[in-house]
């Protein structure tokens, strides 16, 4: 008897997928598009596109690479990177693309921070609460600090606000 490993297939149709968006958005709550994972292994690219043909406003990625390769092949829009490793080389980049990270610590904001400073750019900045998992995010009071915090070098930026 022979045993197929290969027997699990993904099937993209991206028709499907700007339908679900349109779906989501017909009630007229702002929807971000999720595309991190190469948009779940269905291909970021392709389904950022297919997104913003359907007006998506917001894209999300996990990782500043992620933020890179979607500005690289021609994505304009807004586009936030939220699950960024402290260390990682592609900020600077990121912050001259005009990407907005978000920050759930002292050691992520002073990054950002450094950044914006070095490259005399405004970075638009999300700040992570911890909303009492533990998992990741400032304390609702460390949150505060944190949007007080060198103020003239970055923006902080509510759900749903414009720059």
Request: aromatic share 4%; charged share 25%; glycine share 10%.
């Amino acid at each position: 008897m022979t045993v197929s490993l290969s027997r699990a297939r993904a099937q993209v149709n991206l028709s499907a997928i700007a339908r679900n968006y349109r779906r989501l958005t017909a009630c007229g709550v702002p929807v971000m598009g999720v595309v991190k994972a190469d948009a779940y292994g269905h291909g970021a690219v392709e389904v950022a596109r297919a997104l913003r043909a359907d007006g998506a406003d917001w894209l999300g990625v996990a990782l500043l690479s992620e933020a890179v390769q979607l500005r690289t092949a021609g994505d304009r829009g807004r586009l936030l990177a939220w699950l960024w490793a402290p260390g990682d080389s592609a900020l600077p980049e990121c912050l001259e693309l005009d990407v907005d990270v978000s920050v759930s610590s002292d050691e992520t904001l002073a990054e950002v921070v450094a950044a914006a400073v070095q490259s005399e750019r405004r970075a638009r900045v999300h700040i992570k609460v911890d909303t009492g998992l533990n998992d990741a995010g400032f304390s609702g009071r460390g949150a505060c600090s944190a949007g007080r915090c060198h103020r003239h070098r970055w923006t902080v930026v509510a759900p749903g606000q414009r720059r």
